[in-house]
């Protein structure tokens, strides 16, 4: 302050200024958690809502090893998992493969019945579902052409007869080679003068847009849709970038991208900056306004000898759930991929958040951040736009 005024004043007026402005605060603030909390308890989760993309933090969610097909969801599964961290899941991702010619509604009641939004990575892809074989009868040029047409529409039907809300992603990491729907079988970097693009991105983005053009015609409103991207190319060629994937903005409500570490024994494990400065910044200029999910991250559990490049799990982990949420503002949500298989040489790869003592306590405090949101933030809908 400026003027002069005796210390022993000073500091009575401003003990009962701080006393009194604490109060103020400490009111208004409860008042505004019991607003939000009143208006979130107000809306009725099975009328027409929508799911509000989150200010500030991001939703956590996780994939659960739900079976061969990623597609055996159980209460109980989710509810183990989700007491092991310690939190509630906003978001639950599961798999559905064209192969098994079905819609998952069984899963999805499962998933929204326990307070959660349903993320489904759709998949044209027959069985047996092994990767590295390239495209069978779900191939993106007879679905441009039309022939699984009374497929999609009938998916598209019990979509809608679901009604609540679901984020689908279609055709996910077309930017690698290891699914049959990537633009290496279809063209690759052959050009196609009429798109004015490559031929491989370009099939993919036609049988893109062809899906979400007739799920929209049969009315299934309650759908956002994901493009969702490995984070680097594979091959690492520019026209297997993502721009040259990316069916417009008006095809796309989420960005979507996978971010693994240490898969493989014979892996190292880079760093978060690594493995996501240059894909955020890709992904981010492809619309400036989309909300960005990472749809599925994960690092396994390998032994180390001293000297060898990478980082362990717990601290790649506690190193992504701080980064997440700090150095990349447009992610806004997280979904884990919580899985351990057997390779051929014998050995596993266990992604689990519980693979070790140490990492999943690593997880678990990373997800107590209360930047981490478990609960979902519902939006209700007039009537007449909920159909």
């Known amino acids: 302050m400026s003027f002069v005024i005796r210390r022993s004043t000073l500091f009575r007026h401003s003990s009962f200024i701080i006393r009194h402005l604490a109060l103020t605060i400490a009111t208004l603030s409860i008042l505004s958690c019991n607003k939000t ?21 991001a939703y956590t969610g996780a994939f659960m090893d739900f079976g061969d097909e990623e597609d055996d969801v159980t209460l109980e599964m989710i509810e183990d998992f989700e007491q ?3 939190k509630h899941q906003a978001i639950i991702a599961s798999s559905s493969y064209w192969g098994e010619q079905s819609f998952p509604t069984a899963n999805l009641n499962v998933v929204w019945r326990h307070g959660s939004l349903p993320l489904v990575f759709w998949s044209p892809w027959d069985r047996p579902y092994v990767q590295n074989r390239g495209p069978d009868k779900f191939n993106l040029i007879d679905i ?18 679901f009604g609540h809300p679901m984020i689908v992603a279609f055709g996910v990491e077309m930017n690698g080679d290891w699914f ?4 290496t079988f279809y063209g690759g970097e052959d050009w196609d003068d009429d798109a004015d693009n490559w031929k491989g991105p370009e099939n993919f983005r036609r049988a893109y847009r062809h899906v979400v053009d007739r799920v929209r015609a049969r009315g299934a409103t309650n759908i956002k849709w994901m493009f969702h991207t490995n984070n680097y190319s594979y091959p690492l060629d520019t026209w297997n970038f993502a721009p040259a994937y990316y069916p417009g903005s008006d095809y796309v409500d989420w960005l979507g991208m996978s971010v693994y570490g240490q898969q493989f024994k014979d892996e190292t494990n880079p760093p978060i900056t690594a493995l996501m400065d240059w894909p955020y910044q890709e992904l981010s200029g492809l619309d400036p306004n989309k909300p960005i999910m990472i749809a599925e991250w994960a690092t396994g559990e390998f032994p180390y000898t ?11 982990i506690k190193q992504a759930l701080e980064l997440f949420r700090t150095r990349y503002p447009r ?9 351990r298989w057997q390779n051929l040489d014998q050995t596993y790869s266990n992604l689990r958040v519980n693979s070790s003592v140490e990492s999943l306590q690593t997880y678990r405090d990373g997800v107590a951040n209360p930047d981490w949101l478990g609960n979902l933030i519902l939006r209700a809908l007039p009537k007449s736009e909920s159909k």
């Open 37 to 57: 909390s009143s208006s979130q308890n107000s809306i009725d989760p099975n009328g027409p809502v929508d799911i509000a993309v989150p200010e500030h933090g």
């Open 84 to 86: 092991m961290v310690g």
């Open 144 to 161: 441009i052409a039309g022939k699984w047409d009374a497929y999609i529409d009938k998916w598209a039907d019990s979509a809608r007869e």
């Open 180 to 183: 049959p729907w990537s633009g």
């Open 306 to 316: 001293p000297g060898e490049p990478g980082i362990h799990k717990p601290e790649w």
């Open 331 to 339: 992610v806004k949500a997280a979904v884990y991929w919580h899985e």
